[in-house]
């Protein structure tokens, strides 16, 4: 079966740190596109971090410097290190996934169900 | 600065209704535009890709439209199991910003 599966959220202390996982089954990561997209509690989708095929990545200006998205290739996994967690930084993390054919260029066709991490002293 | 616009935020309709929800890209985006639903407490699901193609396994009342900087979708006749947020996303270079939703439900 296809899917992703978020692991890792929990309650950290603001400056505290947590490490996301995402752990695929049925396709390759490093054939895709992966990124992290958050969702706040009651708010929209925010996108995160991406990791391109050859492993070149990109960040939201708002996690720039504090998150670093990284692949497991022997463990067909995807992480988000996060650090120096701020309040503002509690959400839903979602793993999810972009083919890059001439159909579909990148957009998200695969989601994970979400890891809740929570900032709060 | 790079934008992402939707119009309206909510809407209510009746069942059987067309209804249609704008996005406006800032700046231009081609076609590199999708539409993803997000039912509540449920993961957000592709309806719609390169602005205008149709996801498998979405039911042909979803459409899309639009090149540049203004896109819509439509639901051509609204569905009791619609009920649901909507976001556009741009996906043609980062960031890759969604907008900010349109809460759909019936009347």
């Known amino acids: 079966e296809v899917q992703l599966v978020e692991s890792g959220g929990g309650l950290v202390q603001p400056g505290g740190s947590l490490r996301l996982s995402c752990a695929a089954s049925?396709?390759?990561?490093?054939?895709?596109?992966m990124s992290w997209v958050r969702q706040a509690p009651g708010e929209g989708l925010e996108w995160v971090s991406v990791t391109y095929i050859g492993g070149t990545t990109s960040y939201a200006e708002s996690v720039k410097g504090r998150f670093t998205i990284f692949r497991d290739d022997s463990k067909n996994t995807l992480h988000l290190q996060v650090n120096s967690l701020r309040a503002d930084d509690t959400a839903v993390y979602y793993c999810a996934r972009a083919p890059y054919s001439a159909n579909y260029r990148g957009v998200i066709d695969l989601w994970g169900q979400g890891t809740l991490v929570t900032v709060s002293s | 600065d790079i934008q992402m616009t939707q119009s309206p935020s909510s809407l209510s309709a009746s069942v059987g209704d067309r209804v249609t929800i704008t996005c406006r890209a800032s700046?231009?985006?081609?076609?590199?535009l999708a539409w993803f639903q997000q039912k509540p407490g449920k993961v957000p699901r592709l309806l719609i890709y390169?602005?205008?193609t149709l996801q498998s396994g979405v039911p042909s009342r979803f459409s899309g439209s639009g090149s540049g900087t203004d896109f819509t979708l439509t639901i051509s006749s609204l569905q009791p199991e619609d009920v649901a947020t909507y976001y556009c996303q741009r996906y043609n270079s980062v960031p890759f910003t969604f907008g900010p939703g349109t809460k759909v439900d019936i009347k």
């Open positions: 049925g396709f390759t990561v490093r054939d895709y596109y």
């Open positions: 700046p231009g985006i081609t076609n590199y």
């Open positions: 390169s602005a205008s």
